[in-house]
């Protein structure tokens, strides 16, 4: 989408990259450089995914971002022109996708599968020979997946299917049972590193099974559970171990110096004189009990997680660092192609790991860039895809303007509004007036050639109809004798004991140059995001079959870009996350 914006360079580390990950992947991560991958892409969900945000403004607008769309569509071309590149790449997955095309026709799904295909061949090359890949979906197309993957790794990578209980719950269906569990596909070669530490989860002692509770029925004068285990060694030939211990003789399994030690240190317990002595093994000191391929034990992120972001279908650290600790070491390098809010990141950063991170969203760049800064404030990384200069800023807005929007918006500390309906609004500024007050600075963005005086004029109206002290106009170019007319004519307001006109004008040149417009602003993008809650919009039921999606007419419109808009659920105003404690709007700066 935007491979022009970045001058290829070499695979880094600790880099995150905007952009669709198939550019990404093929300009910038070489072959065989990546211990683990680990995508959790769209489940093909039909769902179209929006970020809420709220601002502090009592009777003020909260707003939403499209975070990304989870339809797809045989009809865009990018389906046959990816199946036709398989075809020359691998005719084997190829031969496997036609088979499924004879199945499901082209639809929705098979659009889907395709999309995936491509982007798992360049997954793979980019794997190591001892590296994992991890593919997190559900049953929506995990069935699919697993043939695509298959044919893609070969059957014997696979390790394991694993069933992650994330939602527990779900109410009732009359028709069905309700969902709720993920799919984890785990591919490696027989070379693949495995931390079996990881493969166990620790005891709970409050959750015993009676079978453990029976095996550690002692207790120790501090509380702790333990079993006493013997100390005989299972071999009886061994002369330098037989020797005489608390009166009783026998091939023990430690030397007589080892065996002193642990008696000294209360670890060798006899229960009566002449009985054989015995070790006591402590239960928090075990491995645990070993972890199956159902995992019930992360639960999914509740609304009042500390962790929890706001971002859409967010995955909890838990599930992340468990992957990563299973999968790689230390310095190891991990690889998220479709990161989201950055919870992958987040975990590998945290372990000390190596990470790629890339996402098409420019809501996903920003979440991440402020849940480092503020989570992980130590964490060195560089951002690629982002214009730094005036002509890949320029390039983004003929590109997609949308985005160029946003990026605008973003570099004045602004919070972007969606897509639609903003008359006239393409983002706010709430800054704080006085202790308990704020202003606001409505943003227009235009990311055509063409501007005009018109243009302010109608800002300024916004302004006024807004009760807002600033307007901020911003356009590619040097503005017109006639609007810099148009600025002297507007009001002049005083903010934080600066006298300036109401309406300003910034140009691409001066967002590079220094976007600081002075104004204290405090309500982050993240904090902003994690003070409201995600939605989603169903667009048609989730569970389909194949001969559903055989049956194209009865199927609703899809979103295609520049044909149809996305449905986008509009604010319930009436929720409490989005209206409790906020300060009053006080509209004097
Ligand atoms: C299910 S979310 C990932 C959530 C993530 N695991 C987390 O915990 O935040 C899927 C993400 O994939 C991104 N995405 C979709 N298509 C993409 C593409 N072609 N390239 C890169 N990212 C993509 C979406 O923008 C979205 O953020």
């Not at 071309?77 to 026709?105: W, Y």
């Not at 979440?367 to 130590?378: F, K, W």
């Not at 503005?479 to 691409?508: A, D, F, N, W, Y």
């Not at 999606?549 to 659920?569: C, D, S, T, Y």
């Amino acid at each position: 989408m935007n491979n022009f914006l970045t001058v290829a360079r070499g695979a880094g580390v600790n880099k995150l990259s905007f952009g669709d990950n198939l550019d990404v992947l093929r300009r910038d991560v070489p072959s065989a450089s990546v211990d683990l991958i680990y995508l959790d892409p769209p489940f093909n969900s039909q769902l179209s995914y929006n970020l809420l945000y709220k601002t502090p403004l009592q009777d003020g607008p909260s707003g939403q971002l499209r975070a990304f769309k989870d339809t797809w569509s045989w009809e865009e071309d990018a389906a046959s022109l990816a199946l036709d590149d398989i075809r020359k790449r691998d005719p084997e997955l190829f031969r496997v996708l036609h088979a499924l095309q004879v199945l499901l026709g082209e639809s929705d799904l098979m659009a889907y599968l395709v999309m995936m295909s491509v982007r798992l061949l360049e997954l793979r090359r980019v794997l190591k020979q001892d590296g994992t890949l991890v593919l997190h979906c559900d049953p929506t197309a995990s069935h699919y997946l697993k043939i695509i993957l298959d044919s893609i790794f070969s059957g014997n990578w696979f390790k394991n299917e694993i069933v992650w209980l994330r939602n527990v719950g779900r109410s009732h269906s009359k028709r069905r049972l309700p969902s709720n569990h993920d799919t984890l596909l785990m591919y490696g070669g027989s070379s693949a590193f495995w931390n079996d530490a990881f493969a166990f989860l620790a005891y709970d002692p409050d959750n015993l099974t009676d079978k453990t509770k029976e095996k550690y029925s002692d207790v120790d004068r501090d509380g702790r559970q333990y079993q006493l285990t013997s100390l005989i060694n299972p071999n009886p030939d061994r002369p330098n171990l037989t020797y005489e211990f608390l009166g009783v003789t026998r091939v023990w399994r430690w030397t007589r110096e080892r065996m002193q030690a642990a008696y000294d240190a209360g670890l060798i317990v006899q229960t009566a004189p002449g009985r054989v002595p015995r070790l006591k093994r402590y239960l928090d000191e075990q491995r645990g009990i070993p972890l199956g391929d159902v995992w019930t034990d992360i639960r999914p992120l509740n609304s009042q997680a500390d962790e929890r972001i706001g971002y859409p279908t967010q995955k909890p650290l838990a599930l992340l660092e468990r992957i990563i600790g299973l999968t790689t070491r230390e310095q190891a390098v991990v690889l998220d192609p479709f990161c989201g809010c950055g919870t992958t990141i987040h975990a590998a950063e945290r372990m000390g790991r190596q990470w790629i991170g890339i996402d098409v969203s420019y809501a996903a760049i920003l979440v991440i860039q402020e849940r480092l800064s503020s989570r992980l404030p130590n964490a060195k990384y560089e951002v690629d895809g982002i214009p730094s200069g005036e002509a890949e800023a320029r390039a983004l807005a003929r590109l997609d303007p949308y985005i160029f929007q946003q990026w605008a918006v973003g570099r004045v500390n602004g919070q972007p509004r969606g897509k639609g309906a903003d008359r006239g609004i393409d983002g706010e500024i709430i800054y704080k007036s006085g202790s308990r007050s704020y202003g606001s600075a409505i943003i227009s963005v235009k990311a055509g050639q063409n501007v005009s005086p018109s243009m302010l004029r109608d800002l300024g109206h916004v302004v006024e109809r807004e009760n807002a002290q600033l307007g901020i106009f911003i356009c590619l170019n040097e503005p017109t004798k006639e609007m810099k007319i148009e600025v002297q004519r507007s009001p002049i307001v005083e903010i934080h004991g600066r006298k300036r006109h109401k309406l300003q004008i910034l140009t691409v040149k001066d967002l590079i140059d220094n976007a600081d417009l002075g104004l204290k602003t405090e309500l982050g993008f993240l904090q902003a995001a994690q003070e409201a809650k995600s939605i989603s919009r169903r667009s048609q039921p989730k569970t389909r079959t194949p001969q559903d999606l055989r049956q194209q007419p009865e199927l609703p419109p899809m979103a295609i870009r520049g044909k149809k808009a996305v449905n986008q659920v509009p604010l319930d105003l009436g929720d409490p996350l989005l209206t409790a404690q906020q300060p009053k709007r006080h509209r004097k700066a």
